[in-house]
């Protein structure tokens, strides 16, 4: 599966934009670009899925540049509660397990 | 609430004993992962069943590792002989064959051994 590279951590304000790129620069053709959110003391949570351009969705947009060697999740106007750590996953989009990096802590400030 | 469930959340346990977890999947979903996770790692794959047969092991599961699906529905992780090392979270997931990627995780159980 795809290696994948992201932030260690992030910091951001209530009600700010926050973009997280993830670098998977051995991305195959089948693979499929995921995230998932995970607060503390809970298991991770599906936020999107998406293959090349952009993906929306009530929580957050995905968007995949043609090259497909990089993504970005973008959650709009974040608050307190977004603050958990998230992870990209590359794979096939039926795949039988999810391969987790060590992802990226975002920490969201009043 | 109709979401995947853990038992216990916690346990304690001192080295040598045995443990046994368990996992009520999402009824409707036929395929049920285990993973663990220890402390700023992101969770590791062990198994996944779909309905009652255990399909893919991790090399991460050794010998004093076992996990039951008996009738494709609840499972059962059992750590025998526990060391310090097994100290982690352990995470269930369910998901329907179609959409695997997609999968539903439970609340986990922490397993700390003395």
């Known amino acids: 599966l795809a290696k994948t590279t992201q932030p260690i951590s992030m910091d951001s304000y209530e009600g700010q934009e926050v973009n997280i790129t993830c670098s998977h620069n051995?991305?195959?053709?089948?693979?499929?670009i995921t995230w998932y959110q995970q607060f503390p003391s809970q298991g991770p949570r599906f936020i999107i899925q998406?293959?090349?351009t952009k993906v929306t969705n009530e929580v957050a947009s995905l968007f995949i540049p043609a090259d497909r060697k990089s993504s970005t999740l973008s959650l709009p106007r974040v608050s307190l509660s977004d603050t958990a750590v998230y992870y990209c996953?590359?794979?096939?989009?039926?795949?039988?397990?999810?391969?987790f990096g060590t992802g990226t802590r975002l920490q969201v400030f009043p | 609430d109709t979401g995947v469930s853990q038992d216990p959340r916690h346990k304690i346990t001192k080295r040598g004993q045995n443990v046994t977890f368990r996992c009520d999947p999402i009824?409707?979903?036929?395929?049920l992962y285990w993973y663990r996770q220890t402390l700023g790692q992101g969770p590791e794959f062990l198994t996944y069943?779909?309905?009652?047969?255990?399909?893919?092991k991790s090399r991460l599961l050794s010998d004093r590792f076992s996990a039951e699906r008996p009738k494709g529905s609840f499972s059962t992780l059992e750590i025998q002989r526990t060391e310090q090392g097994d100290s982690a979270m352990y995470l269930c997931?369910?998901?329907?064959?179609?959409?695997?990627?997609?999968?539903?995780f439970g609340p986990g159980t922490r397993l700390t051994v003395t």
């Open positions: 069943f779909q309905n009652e047969a255990q399909l893919e």
């Open positions: 998406g293959y090349k």
């Open positions: 051995n991305i195959a053709t089948n693979d499929y």
């Open positions: 009824s409707e979903h036929n395929r």
């Open positions: 997931a369910s998901s329907s064959r179609g959409d695997s990627y997609e999968q539903y």
């Open positions: 996953l590359v794979g096939e989009s039926n795949t039988d397990k999810l391969i």
